[in-house]
């Protein structure tokens, strides 16, 4: 059984630039997250999906993010025209629909704005 | 939403300590997780527990969910044991299903 995998683990990009991050999460999970941690701080939500309907999405998610979730399986997160704001860990996590909504992380996806 | 504090901020320990930290939560929980970030960013799943006790290993876990905080138990600590420790609750909000983190313990564990 395979964790949360996300791609790239790196990214370094200059400002202006758009990036663009996929998360794949774990294959029965119906739920996925995506949050952003910055340096020192706990992770903050971003936004939800349910199969593919994206449910919620916090006051963190600018104009400049989009998050997609076609067919219901993997994810991605686009940030356009990046800002030295956005310099982030970019994290993915899922979950069961189930009485237990307990999510499992994947390993982020450090985001390096110059 | 709900509100998360944990504490203490930060700890350091000998190798062989006791430490028990904190995490009091605003609201009743759906789901309250406790977490432990690795140097890499990989947040570890420890414990799921919205109430009740558990135990795993050296670690273990009891949530009040009428008074609201949980707390965190590490026995015998190894320096392996250092990193950051979160605390995350999903409150009872109506179809509000994302984890609101506390700021975290850093927990630093001398050999």
């Known amino acids: 059984d395979t964790g949360v995998s996300q791609n790239p683990r790196h990214k370094i990009t200059k400002r202006g630039q758009n990036v663009t991050f996929r998360c794949d999460p774990i294959?029965?999970?119906?739920?996925l997250y995506w949050y952003r941690q910055t340096l020192g701080q706990g992770p903050e939500f971003l936004t939800y999906f349910q199969n593919e309907a994206q449910l919620e999405k916090s006051r963190l998610l600018s104009d400049r993010f989009s998050a997609e979730r076609p067919k219901g399986s993997f994810s991605t997160l686009e940030i356009q025209r990046t800002e030295q704001g956005d310099s982030a860990m970019y994290l993915c996590?899922?979950?069961?629909?189930?009485?237990?909504?307990?999510?499992?992380f994947g390993p982020g996806t450090r985001l390096t704005v110059l | 939403g709900i509100q998360v504090e944990q504490s203490p901020p930060d700890l350091i320990l000998q190798e062989g300590a006791n430490s028990t930290l904190r995490c009091n939560f605003s609201?009743?929980?759906?789901?309250l997780q406790w977490f432990h970030q690795n140097p890499w960013g990989q947040l570890i799943n420890l414990f799921y527990?919205?109430?009740g006790t558990k135990q795993n290993g050296r670690l273990s876990a009891t949530t009040v969910a009428t008074e609201r905080y949980s707390l965190l138990y590490i026995s015998s600590s190894q320096t392996t044991d250092s990193g950051v420790y979160f605390c995350?609750?999903?409150?009872?909000?109506?179809?509000?299903?994302?984890?609101?983190f506390g700021s975290g313990t850093r927990l630093q564990v001398q050999p």
């Open positions: 294959s029965e999970h119906n739920r």
């Open positions: 995350a609750a999903e409150g009872m909000d109506t179809g509000r299903r994302a984890l609101t």
């Open positions: 609201d009743s929980v759906n789901n």
């Open positions: 527990i919205p109430s």
């Open positions: 996590a899922s979950s069961y629909r189930g009485l237990s909504n307990e999510q499992f």
